[in-house]
């Protein structure tokens, strides 16, 4: 079976197509994934509270949300971007947590972030990839500051405690009246 390959260049939709693919040297790429894989498995034993992971998703996608504001439309149009925010959170929460039962880990968290850009028609498509490379780049460094004798995810998610109290307010709540 003769097996056909398009290497496309992104943003561009250029093809080279007729190129030797023989000749290219993927180690480079293979060493790459491998890394990747290392990370990934060991992100798998980070335990990340899941009362963490929209205060923290907030903070990775640099998405502040003024509770504060004194203006009635803004704080109205403000309300409305925040739950819909925490609407998606919460889903791709409930998804890697429970669904595809990868506990309350980093790697469920950075499996949250990436599902978000991804599926989010709201996002436009150039930014889905520097999103992407923020999570892996998230999802490098939360190895080695978790290692850390003071970690804590408390002050990881400084700045944003507000998101913290409203989104554990907002699911009692939510069990009262389930």
Request: hydrophobic share 40%.
């Amino acid at each position: 079976m003769v097996r056909i390959v398009s290497i496309q260049l992104s943003h561009t939709k250029q093809t080279f197509s007729g190129l030797d693919l023989k000749h290219i040297d993927v180690s480079q790429l293979n060493t790459f994934g491998d890394d990747f894989k290392k990370i990934a498995l060991r992100s798998t034993e980070i335990k990340l509270p899941r009362k963490y992971f929209l205060p923290l998703a907030a903070k990775v996608l640099n998405r502040n949300f003024n509770l504060k504001e004194v203006d009635e439309y803004k704080k109205m149009q403000t309300q409305l971007k925040l739950n819909e925010f925490k609407n998606l959170i919460d889903n791709y929460t409930d998804k890697y947590i429970r669904e595809q039962d990868l506990g309350e880990t980093a790697y469920a968290f950075f499996n949250v972030l990436t599902d978000y850009a991804s599926n989010n028609d709201k996002l436009q498509a150039g930014a889905i990839n520097g999103l992407q490379a923020k999570f892996g780049q998230w999802l490098n460094i939360i190895g080695a500051e978790y290692a850390k004798p003071k970690f804590s995810w408390q002050e990881e998610i400084k700045g944003f405690n507000d998101l913290l109290v409203l989104s554990l307010a907002m699911n009692a709540e939510k069990t009262l009246f389930d």
